[in-house]
């Protein structure tokens, strides 16, 4: 644990809610981190984990505090980690000029353009380091043949490319209200030609829509969940009916929940979290 900072620590539905500082190496900065270790975690068996990707403007404490995660990651046995969105700290021209580009706006890719590319490594940020610094910190608890992830908007896009980009990485994946096809999306346009330049061949490579029709891992169900009441998947901005097209079209399963009414907030979230963490725990757990 040497490398890690305690932030803060919360007892919650038995376990602990804590969040640890560290020093990133991909990003170049200090990075906060949150991990929920539920009530198994003192016990000698270890725990599956599920890695949650929040969405544009979050830290690592909205989901902590908003989604009420913490009920049924002790329920289950599973511990639950929360990178940040950006990197932090570090002053790149134009990174707090908008909140869908810049600091909370990582969209967990790897950027390739000057001069994001010194810092905005979200993408390796939590597929490598991340990944391998909670294996390694909490090797007492953690099952390193267990591990999920899920996230929101710019995090469903996260959770979505990191599974697709990785096969076997993730066990199982799940998406609220993600970011399914960014290249046909303002959001996504904006992120990867900021990011990785104008050639847009390269922007397939983190778009789930298009990285699904190459899978080719190990069979893999993908859960997304989309309140129909969302303004962002009304103007477009989500496209998850393109994500289950293209599923479709190379027989990868897919489930999409459209939810009446519901909207684009953590209300949506809170809802139907329990949904997605029985969701994981079946896979996890097999
Ligand atoms: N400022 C925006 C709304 C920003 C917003 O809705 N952010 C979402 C994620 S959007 C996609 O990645 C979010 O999770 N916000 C944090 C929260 O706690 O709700 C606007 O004005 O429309």
Redesign the pocket.
Known sequence: MEKLQLVSSNKSFGGYQKVYSHESSELKCKMNFSIYLPPQAEGDVKLPVIFYL?????TEQ?FIT?SGFQRYAAEHGIIVVGPDTSPRGVKVPGDDES?DFGVSAGFYVDATKDPWSTNYRMGSYVNSELYELIQTAFSNVVDPDKIGIMG????GHGALVSTLRNPGLYKSVSAFAP?CNPIQGPWGQKALSGYLGEDKSKWADWDATELVKKYNGPPLTLLLDQGAGDK?YIEKQLLPENLVEACRSVGVPVILNLREDYD???YHISTFIGEHFDFHAKILKS
């Open positions: 929040s969405g544009l403007t979050c909205n908003k909140w929101h908007s710019m995090g970011i962002f684009h907030s953590y």
